[in-house]
């Protein structure tokens, strides 16, 4: 048997190896075994909004926003929202499930893979589902021909990166959470006000300045539902009178730097939640 | 049986909770082969002890080596050697019976049709086959603590931890796993278990560490402690004043336990001393037992409800 490195004392930063990958094919696994029942309303949600929001109130909107028509400026929205939602509910309620009620992170540590590692195959995991539920509202969104630039194959790799922020975001909630309910809080007091506020079903230049820029610091989701619409259209919405190239340099450095903030963040979190 | 080779030695071990002291400055030693029961009361520190020793908690004073490695350095070499069963339900919900060990084997990187062997090997020694594609929740309890157990086993451990293995079981599961245990103790696995049941104990155990408020109070072979705390022989009888005065006189050497409106008495001389005194209360309802590892638990940690 080969003996592996001694591990340093406890730091910041996670100790990680390829056993991230043990944990992320759990999830997956599991994901597999339902796959009908998480496929199903992933499809089912961007049609429903497409047809009520698109179809029924776009009718009413007789003028174009920045040159695109109403159905087509919510696409990019959808994708966004549905990338947000698989990685967040997948890393606050379905991880806490598995931690607190399944005691699956105990199981797992039992074994050579250790605690960051567990955290970090499940942000990879949150990600993943992002990806895949994002991919899936871009399919419907490209059938309804709404999808008018060739940049729009990058959303896959961009959802995962938004969806390893969302994921990180909400394990730093898991991190905190001392019962299930307590994801209340983050759900109606910071996701559904994001849900609406980013740019998502209206733009955001309509809005104060101050509210501008308090959605661009504050809500991830304008970055993601930003860069999502400037690779689906071809081309970036304006915001705090920033150039469009300006915009979407400040929004890529935006949530790389957010998603690794907040992904070291979470585990660091989880450590001293779980560690006695 | 027993090498002299040290497998687990912990030196001033100990945990702390903030301020509430768990386990606190114990030393003790394990050597191959053995199996070494962790007794006490609830509370008493042996979940924590056996914790430690899988590196599942981390030490706050003191030193743990198991199988020559660091516990508090080396989790992952230890992990790779060690099989635990821990004392809660925590197999996977979202898989089914077979497909438990599958995951839990690649955890530790055993190829898949390897893992599948192995499962189905520890399935058929737990008598599980049959239950290999039910989901978990259709298990009963002592199916589900067997499964815990061959889970436990799926990386071929030397050493296994066993953190209550029987409780909540029927006397036909118990002794089902009691038949593992021996098994496996014959081919050579190290075995630390805690344990409620004092008859478990003695059943399976070639030493036992009584463990109180995180401190242990008494170790060595079962045999030996019962010899040396209760003695040969119990009598049991219904308290007054005027026969424990009567039973102390004719046997003045024997220990007197008064409570519950029960006398018991242990005494060291081997058979007879008690035949005489039932001849002498003739009519008087009294059982004789031969002494039993409980009588030496009681002894030790007293009667008193710990939760």
Redesign the interface.
């Known amino acids: 048997m080969t003996t592996e490195n001694r591990e340093p004392a406890s730091s910041f930063f996670p100790k990680l190896t390829y056993r991230v990958w043990r944990v992320w094919q759990r999830d997956f696994d599991v994901f597999t075994k339902t796959i009908f029942v998480n496929f199903l309303p992933a499809l089912l949600e961007p049609i429903l909004y497409l047809a009520a929001f698109g179809v029924g109130l776009g009718s009413l909107i007789t003028g174009t926003i920045e040159g695109t028509s109403y159905i087509q400026f919510i696409g990019p929205g959808l994708i966004s929202i549905a990338v947000m939602y698989g990685a967040f509910f997948e890393c606050t309620y379905a991880s806490f499930v598995r931690m607190y009620f399944q005691k699956t992170f105990d199981a797992i540590i039992a074994t050579p893979i250790n605690l960051d590692e567990v955290i970090a195959g499940e942000l990879l995991w949150g990600a993943t589902r992002a990806t895949i539920n994002g991919t899936i509202v871009l399919a419907i969104v490209a059938a309804f021909g709404l999808v008018s630039s060739p940049l729009a194959l990058l959303i896959p790799a961009l959802a995962f990166l938004g969806g390893l922020l969302f994921a990180s975001i909400g394990m730093c909630f898991t991190a905190l959470a001392s019962n299930i309910d307590f994801f209340n809080f983050p759900s109606f007091l910071y996701i559904t006000p994001m849900f609406l506020l980013s740019g998502t079903f209206f733009q955001l230049t309509i809005m104060p300045e101050a509210i501008q820029t308090t959605a661009f610091i504050l809500l991830p989701l304008t970055h993601l539902v930003g860069l999502t619409r400037a690779l689906t259209l071809g081309k970036m919405d304006p915001l705090i009178g920033l150039s469009p190239e300006v915009l979407t340099a400040l929004s890529i450095v935006w949530m790389l730097a957010a998603a690794l903030t907040f992904f070291f963040l979470s585990i660091f979190l989880m450590r001293r939640k779980l560690v006695k | 049986m027993n090498s002299s080779e040290i497998v687990i030695a912990a030196q001033n071990l100990t945990k702390k909770?903030n301020d509430f002291v768990a386990v606190d400055h114990i030393d003790f030693e394990v050597y191959r082969g053995e199996c070494v029961g962790f007794l006490g009361p609830n509370g008493a520190g042996k979940t924590t002890t056996v914790r430690m020793i899988?590196c599942?908690?981390?030490l706050t004073e003191g030193s743990l080596s198991v199988a020559g490695?660091?516990a508090s350095?080396?989790?992952?070499?230890i992990?790779?050697?060690?099989g635990?069963a821990?004392q809660?339900?925590?197999?996977?919900?979202?898989?089914n019976v077979i497909?438990n060990l599958q995951?839990?084997a690649?955890?530790?990187?055993m190829p898949k049709t390897e893992a599948t062997r192995r499962a189905m090997d520890l399935l058929r020694f737990f008598q599980l086959e049959e239950k290999q594609t039910k989901s978990i929740e259709q298990l009963s309890t002592g199916m589900k603590r067997r499964l815990i157990m061959a889970r436990a086993l799926i990386?071929e451990p030397q050493i296994l931890l066993l953190d209550e293995p029987t409780t909540g079981l029927d006397p036909q599961g118990r002794h089902i796993v009691w038949d593992e245990i021996r098994t496996l103790k014959k081919k050579g696995v190290t075995i630390i278990l805690t344990t409620h049941y004092m008859e478990e104990a003695a059943a399976l155990c070639d030493r036992v560490i009584v463990i109180d408020n995180g401190k242990i109070i008494e170790t060595g072979s079962p045999q030996n402690l019962v010899k040396k705390h209760a003695g040969e022989e119990v009598l049991e009888m219904t308290f007054d004043e005027t026969t424990l005065k009567m039973l102390k006189e004719e046997l003045p050497d024997a220990h007197f336990e008064v409570y519950n409106n029960q006398i018991r008495i242990f005494t060291n001389q081997t058979h007879g001393s008690f035949e005489r005194i039932a001849r002498k209360f003739p009519g008087m309802p009294m059982s004789i037992r031969v002494a039993n590892l409980e009588d030496v638990f009681l002894k030790l940690t007293g009667r008193k409800l710990r939760e």
């Open positions: 909770f899988y599942f908690l981390p490695m660091d350095t080396q989790s992952r070499d992990k790779k050697i060690v635990v821990p809660e339900d925590n197999l996977d919900p979202d898989f497909k995951v839990y690649r955890y530790f990187d990386n």
